[in-house]
């Protein structure tokens, strides 16, 4: 039955057939493993997981439609164990009935399910009573207990698209749900939805009311900052407000100065930035800017990603801000990215050089007998493990010398080595 036009837009507007969902098309796609999952007949337990607004609710929805399925729903947040206890025996009425009905059993936020609540779902997930369906928006790795975890498929939703939003906000027009609205508006309000679905919609049925309060035929971007307030211009996803402050971030990071960085840090999260977006450029300014002068600097930074993953917003922000500090005072090198730019352009414009024989493996007697690996060196087996004056490059190659470390850090050391090892080699040779 379709929804009433009093009801919540996103009501009016959730998806009634698989046919009608927007995004998740790597899983909802023809031959994609969800949608084969529907085209089964055969429902099975699984894990949704994925951040706000991105459809785990209405997927569950339409696969209890798909089974002809009685649908349940617990929210983890509010229940306890005595909702638990009360849909067991909703499913086994169901069951039992004169029709045999399937129950598929939704639990939102499954990861606030302690580990006592988690297993209280075991043995009816294992006796078939119902298809259990959690939906979390933290690692299930980390917040699902691993004897549920290996009876249920982890299917990870992906942030909403602009395109994806963009249909949203066409739909919603097409019913007649909000006003005509400028190509500029459009622009910012999918920048503040930020991938979710949800945020978008409540933003649209916001403006909607105003709009009707103001007699507005036509929502602009002014008008929208003006009602929306400092909330929507302080922070724009796609627009150079956001690409200047995190090349101010980065570029303080690469200077050396961690007040600067930390105060460019903060500013990024009070303006909206999705805090997992910093924590991948952390990472990716720990293998561009620091490299080898601190190899601990990207453990750290794959740390503080994995403990903002099981900690969430506002605790595990710290463990980013930690990062962001000691990435500013680490030693600085770029001398991998330099390296590997240029052995990635050499390999780009050179030809494809064969292996030498005394690199290649040697699995089959034909290949011994052609001499594959034959004067092969173990350099284990050598002086200080290094077969000194043995080649590795291919047959005509130059010594390229991409990598070329510098005297600052760890790179100090590995700069020594690297000497004294090409001594070693001119020696022998």
Same mark, same amino acid.
């Not at 209405?58 to 002809?68: K, P, S």
């Not at 606030?112 to 297993?119: H, P, V, Y």
């Not at 390999?347 to 290949?367: C, E, F, I, Q, S």
């Given at each position: 039955?379709?929804?009433?036009?009093?009801?919540?837009?996103? $009501?009016?507007?959730?998806?009634? /057939?698989?046919?009608? &969902?927007?995004?998740?098309?790597?899983?909802?796609?023809?031959?994609?493993?969800?949608?084969? %999952? =529907?085209?089964?007949?055969?429902?099975?337990?699984?894990?949704?997981?994925?951040?706000?607004?991105?459809?785990?609710?209405?997927?569950?929805?339409?696969? %209890?439609?798909?089974?002809?399925?009685?649908?349940?729903?617990?929210?983890?947040?509010?229940?306890?164990?005595?909702?638990?206890?009360?849909? &067991?025996?909703?499913?086994?009425?169901?069951?039992?009935?004169? /029709?045999?009905? #399937?129950?598929?059993?939704?639990?939102?936020?499954?990861?606030? =399910?302690?580990?006592?609540?988690?297993?209280? =779902?075991?043995?009816?997930?294992?006796?078939?009573?119902?298809?259990?369906?959690?939906?979390?928006?933290?690692?299930?790795?980390?917040?699902?207990?691993?004897?549920?975890?290996?009876?249920?498929?982890?299917?990870?939703?992906?942030?909403?698209?602009?395109?994806?939003?963009?249909?949203?906000?066409?739909?919603?027009?097409?019913?007649?749900?909000?006003?005509?609205?400028?190509?500029?508006?459009?622009?910012?309000?999918?920048?503040? %939805?930020d991938g979710d679905a949800r945020r978008l919609l409540n933003t649209l049925e916001?403006?909607?009311?105003?709009?009707?309060?103001?007699?507005?035929?036509?929502?602009?971007?002014?008008?929208?900052?003006? &009602?929306?307030?400092?909330?929507? #211009?302080?922070?724009?996803?796609?627009? $150079?407000?956001?690409?200047?402050?995190?090349?101010?971030?980065?570029?303080?990071?690469?200077?050396?100065?961690?007040?600067?960085?930390?105060?460019?840090?903060?500013?990024?999260?009070?303006?909206?930035?999705?805090? #997992?977006?910093?924590?991948?450029?952390?990472?990716?300014?720990?293998?561009?800017?620091?490299?080898?002068?601190?190899?601990?600097?990207?453990?750290?930074?794959?740390?503080?990603?994995?403990?903002?993953?099981?900690?969430?917003?506002?605790?595990?922000?710290?463990?980013?801000?930690?990062?962001?500090?000691?990435?500013?005072? %680490?030693?600085?090198?770029?001398?991998?990215?330099?390296?590997?730019?240029?052995?990635?352009? =050499?390999?780009?414009?050179?030809?494809?050089?064969? &292996?030498?024989?005394?690199?290649?493996?040697?699995?089959?007697?034909?290949?011994?007998?052609?001499?594959?690996?034959?004067?092969?060196?173990?350099?284990?087996?050598? $002086?200080?493990?290094?077969?000194?004056?043995?080649?590795?490059?291919?047959?005509?190659?130059?010594?390229?010398?991409?990598?070329?470390?510098?005297?600052?850090?760890?790179?100090?050391?590995?700069?020594?080595?690297?000497?004294?090892?090409?001594?070693?080699?001119?020696?022998?040779?």
């Amino acid at each position: 039955m379709a929804p009433s036009s009093h009801a919540p837009l996103a $009501e009016r507007l959730r998806p009634r /057939t698989l046919a009608e &969902v927007i995004g998740q098309q790597h899983m909802l796609g023809e031959g994609m493993a969800l949608r084969l %999952a =529907f085209e089964s007949g055969q429902p099975h337990s699984c894990i949704l997981w994925g951040p706000p607004g991105v459809g785990k609710t209405t997927i569950a929805r339409l696969m %209890a439609d798909a089974f002809d399925a009685q649908f349940l729903t617990i929210s983890a947040v509010l229940g306890g164990v005595k909702d638990i206890r009360e849909a &067991v025996e909703l499913a086994q009425a169901a069951r039992n009935g004169l /029709t045999a009905q #399937r129950t598929i059993l939704f639990v939102d936020e499954v990861h606030r =399910f302690n580990k006592s609540q988690q297993d209280a =779902f075991l043995p009816h997930v294992e006796s078939g009573l119902f298809t259990f369906i959690g939906a979390t928006t933290e690692n299930p790795s980390f917040e699902v207990n691993s004897a549920l975890l290996s009876r249920a498929a982890v299917y990870v939703l992906q942030p909403l698209s602009e395109d994806d939003l963009k249909r949203i906000v066409t739909k919603a027009q097409a019913i007649d749900a909000v006003p005509s609205i400028e190509p500029a508006a459009v622009d910012r309000l999918i920048a503040y %939805a930020d991938g979710d679905a949800r945020r978008l919609l409540n933003t649209l049925e916001t403006l909607s009311v105003a709009a009707g309060s103001e007699k507005l035929t036509k929502i602009t971007d002014a008008w929208l900052l003006k &009602v929306l307030g400092e909330r929507m #211009r302080r922070y724009d996803k796609g627009g $150079e407000q956001f690409y200047d402050t995190i090349s101010a971030l980065h570029k303080s990071v690469r200077g050396s100065d961690p007040d600067a960085a930390l105060y460019w840090f903060v500013r990024m999260l009070d303006g909206g930035a999705d805090p #997992r977006y910093m924590a991948r450029r952390f990472i990716r300014m720990a293998s561009e800017d620091i490299g080898l002068a601190d190899p601990r600097a990207l453990r750290l930074a794959l740390d503080a990603a994995d403990v903002y993953e099981r900690l969430g917003s506002p605790e595990g922000e710290l463990a980013l801000a930690e990062c962001v500090i000691y990435l500013a005072v %680490a030693p600085k090198s770029n001398a991998v990215y330099k390296a590997f730019n240029e052995a990635r352009a =050499f390999v780009k414009k050179d030809g494809t050089r064969p &292996v030498p024989m005394h690199l290649r493996n040697a699995p089959t007697k034909l290949m011994k007998e052609l001499d594959y690996g034959k004067g092969y060196r173990y350099a284990h087996d050598e $002086e200080g493990g290094f077969a000194a004056g043995e080649r590795y490059l291919p047959d005509g190659m130059a010594e390229p010398g991409f990598y070329r470390p510098v005297e600052r850090g760890l790179e100090l050391r590995i700069a020594d080595k690297l000497r004294e090892l090409k001594k070693r080699n001119d020696q022998n040779n």
